[in-house]
T-cell receptor, first 115, second 114 residues
Framework: DAGVIQSPRHEVTEMGQEVTLRCKLISGHNSLFWYRQTMMRGLELLIY????????DSGMPEDRFSAKMPNASFSTLKIQPSEPRDSAVYFCASSLDSPSTDTQYFGPGTRLTVL | KQEVTQIPAALSVPEGENLVLNCSFTDSAIYNLQWFRQDPGKGLTSLLLIQSSQREQTSGRLNASLDKSSGRSTLYIAASQPGDSATYLC?????????????FGEGTQLTVNP
């Protein structure tokens, strides 16, 4: 398996533009996580899905952020409108099923820069 | 709110040395604890996962221990190599009223000098 796949790897955009980040889970995994990593705040969970259903979205910063799982193997994280403070590395991770027992496997990340 | 602390923030050792990285957490009601490795510009790679009922896990030159009652975990690396140079993060999985989540420490940046 190729592991968790994220695209794009790098994104540079201007403030106010819409940004869409994409993630493909490892085949057979049922849980998906979106994280954000910054120097100031470290690694933070944004949202967690299990079997396509959002279980915990309390980490989503505000209404400008939205995440979807249109099918069992794919997810998008959308920021609209983007702001400079959204600049960070965004990671997607998946696990076989329950994160309370299963290892999370991370993608390579998307480095987002909002000018 | 769970807080995870890693000490030291940075560590530099000569090749071949055995070393210990420390992780502490404030709430002992955890489901599991994981150690990850992050190379510059890359994602995280899971090294070891210790369930709350376990006390240690081993993989090759790595050994991780867990003491829930004291809120501590250690990652022991034997016979360190330059290829071990990376940032090591520990994370605890907990269930809070606001939801379940993996809470990360800030990491220990390890440099192994040839």
């Amino acid at each position: 398996d190729a592991g968790v796949i994220q695209s794009p790897r790098h994104e540079v955009t201007e403030m106010g533009q819409e940004v869409t980040l994409r993630c493909k889970l490892i085949s057979g995994h049922n849980s998906l996580f979106w994280y954000r990593q910054t120097m100031m705040r470290g690694l933070e969970l944004l949202i967690y899905f299990n079997n396509n259903v959002p279980i915990d979205d309390s980490g989503m910063p505000e209404d400008r952020f939205s995440a979807k799982m249109p099918n069992a193997s794919f997810s998008t994280l959308k920021i609209q409108p983007s702001e400079p403070r959204d600049s960070a590395v965004y990671f997607c991770a998946s696990s076989l099923d329950s994160p309370s027992t299963d290892t999370q496997y991370f993608g390579p990340g998307t480095r987002l820069t909002v000018l | 709110k769970q807080e995870v602390t890693q000490i030291p923030a940075a560590l530099s050792v000569p090749e071949g040395e055995n070393l210990v990285l420390n992780c502490s957490f404030t709430d002992s009601a955890i489901y599991n604890l994981q150690w990850f490795r992050q190379d510059p510009g890359k994602g995280l790679t899971s090294l070891l996962l210790i369930q709350s009922s376990q006390r240690e896990q081993t993989s090759g030159r790595l050994n991780a221990s867990l003491d829930k009652s004291s809120g501590r975990s250690t990652l022991y690396i034997a016979a360190s190599q330059p290829g071990d140079s990376a940032t090591y993060l520990c994370a605890v999985y907990i269930l809070e009223t606001s939801g379940s989540r993996l809470t990360f420490g800030e990491g220990t940046q390890l440099t192994v000098n040839p």
